[in-house]
């Protein structure tokens, strides 16, 4: 139902980009069309929400993840995160059915997101040191530094690369609904083994860091080749004229 009382036929009026975005993958195009698209339609008749108040609670409520995995269950830790990545789907959906995007709103989504990725590594690696006597502080220091680096890192290149216009290469199983996933599942196990929280950790700093280190070496042989094509053609992007000297 809308404000105005009459039914929303969606698949009339928004037959196939509402649910995802072009750049959504895997696991998060997943959840967005099987769990968020079937809360965003009720929440459409709901008077004075707005996309971003959506946005605030999805990561208030995964940074809150972060804080009972510090200083509580594993399991509600996971609960929790499961719950704000479902609700991380809502707010673009809702934005996009009630024609309410903007950039604003993308900016929030993005450096918002980045709270919750933190606290959700951050907690894991604190509820490890409380449970796992195995791992000495030293390793689980350097995991935790590792996983919050890398993780912040796979966001960050992503967007920095769009506006350098750096090809990536092909989509990797990195993503933030990807990394919320795994620690949300060994979160769960850790009913079963508190080791499952070791390997979750591990996942976040290698595989992380691992593709962080192939898009800088990427990266590097893209500027190579344009830096071979400008030898062969310097005056290639002026026609014929020469280079010019000046700044």
Known sequence: MNNTGQPIDIPDRFPNDWKTKPTDRFI????????????????????????WMITLAASGLGT????????????AASAMAACAQVLDGVDGQFARLTNAQSKAGAFWDSVLDRYADGALVIGLTVW????????????????GFLAVVGSG?????????????????????????????????????TVFSCYAAVIALLYLAVHTNLVIVGRLRRAHGSAGDAASQSARDPAGRHGDSPPRSGV
């Open 28 to 51: 998060l195009k997943w959840i967005k069309c099987n769990l968020s698209a079937r809360i965003t339609p009720r929440l459409l008749g709901a008077r004075g929400l707005r996309p």
């Open 153 to 189: 890192l796979i966001s960050y290149s992503t967007a920095r690369a769009e506006c350098l216009a750096v090809d990536l290469g092909r989509p990797t199983l990195v993503s933030k609904g990807t990394r919320t996933f795994v620690v949300v599942v060994c979160g769960f196990l």
């Open 128 to 143: 490890i040191g409380r449970n796992v006597e195995a791992v000495p502080y030293w390793l689980l220091g350097l995991l």
């Open 64 to 75: 809150m993840a972060g804080a009972v995995f510090a200083f509580g269950p594993a399991w």
